[in-house]
């Protein structure tokens, strides 16, 4: 399995972007996605995540309202629209997925055993 994150890029503040995570190797229709953020200096964070038949959703506080994440599967491909960023949304984000086949998304980045390699996002005041 290997995860591609894309579409990060520097905008300013109340700006929207998309990111886009391609899926190789298998399908995404029987797993869960998730996006994590990470600053310079902070700890990896959770940002969203979709269970693997695209029924359920969660969000980390400061997503809420903001933030939408959905999946594509006949694409392979998970999603995660950003609106009305801010300069604390500056970080590199990772989606990540689980081996087990249907299984249930996580808020714990510990849990997921595959990672794409991130793509930053920098937003300007």
């Known amino acids: 399995v290997q995860l591609q994150a894309s579409g990060g890029g520097l905008v300013q503040a109340g700006d929207s972007l998309r990111l886009s995570c391609a899926r190789s190797?298998?399908?995404?229709?029987?797993?869960?996605v998730a996006w994590f953020r990470q600053a310079p200096g902070k700890d990896r964070e959770f940002v969203a995540a979709i269970s693997w038949s695209g029924t359920y959703t969660s969000y980390g506080d400061f997503a809420k309202g903001r933030f939408i994440i959905a999946k594509d599967n006949a694409k392979n491909t998970a999603f995660l629209q950003m609106n009305t960023l801010t300069p604390r949304d500056t970080a590199v984000y990772f989606c990540?997925?689980?081996?087990?086949?249907?299984?249930?998304?996580?808020?714990?980045?510990?849990?997921?055993?595959?990672w794409g390699r991130g793509t930053q996002v920098t937003v300007s005041s």
């Open positions: 990540a997925t689980i081996s087990r086949r249907f299984g249930e998304y996580s808020l714990n980045e510990y849990d997921y055993d595959h």
């Open positions: 190797g298998s399908t995404f229709s029987r797993y869960p």
